[in-house]
């Protein structure tokens, strides 16, 4: 009994993380067909901003929950306006200019930082399921995911601001003609998932060691997860994120964690060859 | 365009030039900076393969650095084992262009393209990298080479001449070897373009529907051409296991697999020459970049990479070319007015 549970607080908490991990991408490939591939670097600098902000005396939550999204947010807003912003449509060279981003981050992170590992640690202790201790951070993760995802699921269907968006992805053009702003929709939509990766990152800083190069580990599981899961934001995010958490840890316990990965790579390689429209490009149509 | 040379005359150059580096370069400069400019030209060849496979087959491959890897392991595992390398030069072409057969024929016979081909490449070059980064431990060798995990493969034989096994290629040889390769890499790859082949690979990159409705099997082309670039790339990993006499996991990394793409974008898609020029000159602006270690290497080419997708998306040798043209005509023009 104590070993299901322990395994499936693992697995559930494994989930968790790549919904973080993911959900900002999401976001912008779904909603603006934009693959960022600075958003790695998001992540690493949200984990940045929280272990500075822990640092130099703030709380723990009001770091990781508030100052490192906002922080990355307005990145990101900065970023939508000098780059992202005169490249629409144009989605390889999109990637390109995003990956120079992301070299550009880890190269300005190192200079302030040093290329040394930095961290910090958790307030929340072990807790003892039956006989034996888990880490009580997990429940922590577990919980910032479904919250994190009630919100963003609340802010598409019932704000008026998800309706715009939602509007804007299916036709810019007709968005437009109404008189929605489009480019100001896309800006907002950007700055949002960098928020989202900045809380992934503070997130994310108390359990991984945080190094400026961090990013590229980040960036490919996303990746995966946004295109495994396909054009339904939402839901794509969550059922990519479900197959290949679990492969992920029932594989790193029957394995090793490296050889876990790599069966969650595997995965996704199969999946975009078997499916290329994603998940939600063959399920659950229509959703978000 | 008259700017462009023919074939033959870009033959007649790149012969001229190879010559030249092999004779005067050992002589102005001391075997360190021969070594120095070595990993340039091998560098060279590895941003040729994917000008070939991304700006003329259209194929954007963000886990190129997979057939530089293989070509590298691949030499360095056949020459310890054979005690023999021209046989391991030829397994370290074999490896990786078979590697790019499977590899191919599992994302273009099932329609991959695009961002899914950016995410597949990508994904698959992490899993080398994380493999081979987790091979130490001594039950990780392959026949008598032991993986090494993290910290790679050491002592890897150099080359050496096609029957004579005593005869090791010192730095200057496997210098003049690395020229020639390139020469040859180049001029090869013009006349494959040029060829019927090579037009229907350009036409399957400027319209894949077109070109099926003409009854070419587009798949089919596109897994050749994946090929082709796989086995040059194999070439470099194999140069640069010589070079260094040692190959880690380091050469499957995803910097790896960016810089090539840097070397071309800032070069300029669809062009030879354009990469050649951009692996060049980002290579030396990085060498002196860590040489002053006043600004992070990084932060100049990640910058440089998105300038130039943003400014200059066309690259640098097409947008000189461009001007050149635009300079020469205007002068005829002021020439007519004059008579």
Not at chain 1, 174 to 196: E, I, Q
Not at chain 1, 205 to 234: E, Q, W
Request: hydrophobic share 55%; net charge positive; with cysteine.
């Amino acid at each position: 009994m104590t070993f299901v549970l322990t395994a499936g607080l693992e697995v559930l908490a494994g989930i968790s993380s790549l919904v973080l991990i993911a959900l900002g991408l999401a976001i912008v490939f779904g909603m603006m067909r934009v693959i960022n591939l600075a958003h790695g670097e998001f992540l690493m600098l949200g984990a940045y901003t929280a272990i500075t902000a822990v640092n130099s005396g703030v709380n723990f939550y009001i770091a990781i929950l508030f100052i490192a999204p906002l922080t990355v947010g307005l990145i990101g807003l900065i970023v939508e306006r000098l780059v992202i912003r005169h490249l629409y449509g144009r989605i390889v060279d999109t990637m390109l200019a995003t990956w120079g981003l992301s070299l550009l981050f880890v190269g300005l992170t190192t200079t302030v930082f040093g290329n040394t590992t930095t961290g910090i640690s958790s307030p929340i202790g072990a807790v003892t399921i039956g006989n034996a201790n888990v880490s009580g951070y997990k429940f922590f993760i577990i919980g910032v995911a479904v919250v994190t995802i009630v919100l963003v699921i609340l802010l598409l269907r019932k704000t008026e601001f998800g309706l715009i968006a939602r509007a804007t992805m299916q036709n810019p053009t007709m968005a437009a003609a109404v008189g929605v702003d489009p480019k100001r929709t896309y800006a907002v939509t950007f700055a949002l998932g960098a928020a989202l990766a900045g809380l992934a990152g503070g997130v994310m800083a108390p359990i991984t060691g945080i190094v400026p190069g961090i990013g590229t580990t980040f960036v490919a599981k996303a990746f995966i997860t946004v295109i495994g899961g396909g054009a339904s934001v939402m839901v794509g995010t969550l059922t990519a994120s479900t197959i290949f958490g679990t492969v992920n840890q029932v594989a790193s316990f029957l394995t090793t964690p490296v050889l876990g990965e790599v069966a969650m790579l595997l995965t996704a390689v199969l999946l975009v060859r078997l499916m290329p429209q994603g998940i939600t490009g063959r399920f659950f149509r229509g959703s978000i | 365009m008259t700017l462009e040379l023919n074939n033959w005359a870009a033959a007649l150059v790149a012969g001229a030039g190879a010559l030249l580096a092999i004779f005067l370069i050992p002589a102005i400069f001391n075997e360190y900076e021969v070594l120095q400019m070595m990993i340039y030209v091998i560098l060279a060849i590895l941003a040729l393969s994917l000008a070939f496979i991304w700006g003329i087959g259209g194929i954007l491959s963000f886990g190129h650095a997979v057939f530089f890897g293989l070509g590298a392991y691949s030499y360095a595992i056949a020459a310890i084992n054979f005690g023999e390398t021209t046989s391991a030069f030829l397994v370290a072409i074999i490896v990786p262009s078979l590697f790019a057969a499977v590899l191919g024929y599992f994302m273009f016979y099932g329609r991959i393209s695009d961002v899914y081909l950016g995410a597949i490449t990508l994904t698959v070059s992490l899993v080398f990298f994380k493999v081979a980064n987790s091979t130490s431990g001594p039950s990780y060798r392959i026949g008598k080479a032991p993986l090494g995990g993290f910290n790679g493969i050491p002592s890897v034989p150099r080359l050496t001449v096609p029957g004579f096994p005593e005869w090791e290629l010192g730095t200057i040889e496997l210098f003049s070897l690395s020229v020639v390769l390139l020469a040859l890499t180049y001029v090869g790859l013009r006349f494959l373009i040029s060829s019927d082949f090579g037009r229907i690979v350009l036409s399957v990159k400027e319209n894949e529907r077109r070109s099926e409705l003409l009854g070419y099997d587009v798949r089919r082309y596109k897994l050749l051409t994946f090929i082709i670039g796989a086995a040059i790339a194999g070439i470099a990993g194999c140069l640069y296991a010589n070079w260094g006499n040692y190959t880690d996991p380091s050469v499957f990394a995803l910097s790896q697999s960016v810089q090539v793409i840097i070397w071309v974008v800032v070069g300029g898609v669809g062009t030879l020459i354009g990469p050649i020029v951009g692996c060049f000159l980002l290579q030396w602006l990085t060498t002196w970049l860590t040489t002053i270690d006043t600004i992070n290497k990084d932060v100049i080419l990640g910058g440089i990479l998105t300038i130039v997708v943003l400014l200059l998306p066309q690259g640098l040798v097409p947008t000189i070319r461009n001007l050149a043209w635009t300079v020469a005509a205007r002068a005829t023009r002021h020439e007519e007015k004059a008579v």
